[in-house]
Nanobody, 124 residues
Framework: QVQLVESGGGLVQAGGSLRLSCTASGRPMGIYNMGWFLQAPGKERGFVAA????????RYADSVKGRFTIARDNVKNTVYLEMNSLKPEDTAVYYC?????????????????WGQGTQVTVSS
């Protein structure tokens, strides 16, 4: 079983940038597809981005295309989410997720393991 710990959240002004990190332990991260999701108060958890095991395939939510970049370093067992041009509507708790199945998806149900989340707040 893999454990996931997110970091890098915080308070930033609109237009600013943050880089989130998610470090895996317990199992090699390279056997998992990895995803980032967000959840704002009172809303369902939503898809942000996903990356395949070797980092070849990427997928983004339409709302973050061109602003966010997902990347991974399997040697460091870490997946990153670079967030640029942040907007107040990006404010949420951001969760890292992992799944060992062959394909990767954009639904929370497609991921088996989850971190505790890190808060991102974008002020206007």
């Amino acid at each position: 079983q893999v454990q996931l710990v997110e970091s890098g959240g915080g308070l930033v002004q609109a237009g600013g940038s943050l880089r989130l990190s998610c470090t895996a332990s317990g199992r090699p991260m390279g056997i998992y597809n990895m995803g980032w999701f967000l959840q704002a108060p009172g809303k369902e958890r939503g898809f942000v981005a996903a990356i395949s095991r070797a980092g070849i395939r990427l997928r983004y939510a339409d709302s973050v295309k061109g602003r966010f970049t997902i990347a991974r370093d399997n040697v460091k067992n870490t997946v990153y989410l670079e967030m640029n041009s942040l907007k107040p509507e990006d404010t949420a708790v951001y969760y890292c997720a992992a799944d060992p199945r062959l394909d990767f998806g954009s639904s929370p149900a497609d991921y088996e393991y989850w971190g505790q989340g890190t808060q991102v707040t974008v002020s206007s």
